[in-house]
């Protein structure tokens, strides 16, 4: 990937899970990230942040976001960390959010900003293939796909491990306590919330593949690029 050291550009940025950890990351950077002068939220809720940059969509029903298609206009990057915890939902539920919305925005960016990168927020196990043993990887794959035949010019596709919060949590989650511990000791198995927001920019602003999947070590090894 090239280094963003030197690089002023005019952009904006679409922003979706702004309310999520990995998502909230990736929008607080974004707004303060040299050469953007606009950055979209686009969420389910309120992304709760105020700046002359932003401005936060609140949207119902990602099945149809005709009604917003107006926000996707001249965008140059997205950062699509819209996700969910599978074990709070049903399988179709999961299936939905996972694949069918993810479905709905790229029909609207191809059409409307059809020259956009694309970063997408997955997870370390997503098989393409569709033969894991767990059905959130197999789901994660098949949004995967959807990402990487779009017909947008960049496509890359992130696959962390364990993601660390950078910043604690406004509800702590069981599986950081568990977690953290061993993040500690062997940093390897996972990155930081905002190491990870802050390649997913990166990737999608300066690297010139086609497509690219990066899994777990290669989030590692790219957050040593000085920006």
């Known amino acids: 990937m090239a280094s963003l050291t030197g690089l002023h550009l005019v952009m904006k940025i679409i922003v979706t899970g702004a309310t999520g950890l990995v998502g909230g990351e990736a929008l607080r ?21 105020d700046d002359p940059k932003l401005t936060d969509v609140v949207h119902d029903d990602f099945s149809d976001l005709r009604a917003v298609a107006d926000h996707f206009c001249g965008v140059d990057l997205c950062v699509y960390c819209l996700a969910a915890y599978s074990y709070r939902m049903s399988r179709a539920q999961y299936a939905t959010i996972t694949v069918e919305y993810l479905r709905a925005f790229l029909d609207v960016i191809c059409e409307i900003s059809p020259d956009a990168a694309f970063s997408y927020f997955s997870a370390e196990g ?17 949004a995967e796909t959807l990402v990487l035949e779009s017909p947008l010019p960049r496509r890359y596709v992130f696959r962390p491990g364990y993601i660390n919060p950078t910043s604690p949590r406004e509800n702590p989650m069981l599986m950081d306590m568990l977690a953290a511990p061993f993040f500690r000791v062997l940093p390897s198995i996972g990155v930081e919330s905002a190491d990870l927001a802050r390649v997913m920019i990166e990737t999608g602003l300066a690297d010139m593949r086609e497509t690219a999947v990066l899994g777990n070590a290669d989030i590692r090894d790219a957050t040593a690029i000085p920006q």
């Open 126 to 142: 997503a098989q393409l293939n569709g033969r894991s043993w767990m059905h959130t990887l197999n789901v994660k794959g098949r």
């Open 29 to 49: 950077q974004a707004l303060t990230w040299p050469g953007v002068t606009e950055v979209v939220s686009l969420g389910r809720r309120t992304c709760g942040i």
